[in-house]
């Protein structure tokens, strides 16, 4: 990557409960073995510019100044490093929910991998991912999953159902959920981002596999839990159904 860049700025679109922030935590933990190594940032905390101040630090002299320290510090960033693999990982999660302080900021990190805190230090964003979240075009997606008229309604809505989608559909999903991005955020931002990803909504077919591995992970804590008292449990097709 350049150096005077971060590693990668990803932007990830699509409905809430696509896996976009599993993804992310997914990557770290494959990188660095812990999902804990992720900075999440939640922007629909940040949507009135004086609230940057929790990101940044206050300048000197403001109250408060020591009390609240900068989130995105160096030491913060750097807190899973090790001697094979120096990487962060950050992820401003809703991102069309920031202010325009924020979008300044993040506009900083992105193109010149920099930020510089309240107190005048720099903070270096070289050795960082950045993943960025949005559900712009989400609306679009569904309008095309979900017709209620036309040809060919209920073959989408059946293609959807059982996670295969063709590529007509699966294009059309793509470029309304790109369009609906141009649309909604700016030239200098999208010119930024390293690798768009869009998020088809999930079929039924692939919720019943994640309600598989949310079980696996419940029946893991009986036996992590009450390891004298430990027991399996089984669910039926129509519990599975029941509970997604």
């Known amino acids: 990557s350049c150096p005077r860049r971060p590693i990668g700025n990803y932007l990830f679109l699509g409905p809430t409960g696509t896996g976009k922030t599993r993804l992310v935590e997914a990557v770290a933990e494959c990188l660095v073995g812990t999902a804990d190594a992720v900075i999440k940032i939640d922007c629909a905390e940040y949507q009135h510019s004086h609230e940057t101040a929790k990101l940044v630090g206050s300048p000197p002299g403001y109250l408060g100044h020591r009390e609240t320290p900068a989130l995105l510090q160096q030491k913060t960033l750097n807190k899973f490093h090790t001697e094979k693999l120096k990487l962060s990982f950050v992820l401003f999660d809703e991102i069309e929910k920031a202010s325009d302080a924020l979008w300044n900021l993040l506009l900083g990190i992105m193109d010149k ?56 559909v699966s294009g059309r999903i793509a470029r309304a959920s790109l369009d609906a991005a141009r649309k909604r955020f700016t030239p200098e931002f999208i010119n930024r981002i390293d ?48 509970l997604l």
Do not use: W
């Open 195 to 242: 690798q768009l990803v869009v998020f088809h909504p999930l079929s039924d077919r692939e919720l019943l596999r994640i309600v598989d591995l949310e079980l696996q992970n419940v029946q893991r804590r009986v036996f992590e839990s009450h390891k004298e008292n430990a027991f399996m449990f089984y669910v039926t097709e129509p519990a599975k159904k029941f």
């Open 113 to 168: 991998a920099t930020l510089t805190l309240g107190d005048n230090t720099a903070v270096d964003f070289s050795r960082c991912m950045i993943f960025l979240t949005s559900n712009v075009g989400a609306t679009e997606m569904g309008a095309i999953l979900r017709p209620s008229l036309g040809f060919g309604s209920r073959a989408i809505r059946e293609q959807h159902q059982s996670g295969h989608l063709d590529d007509d």
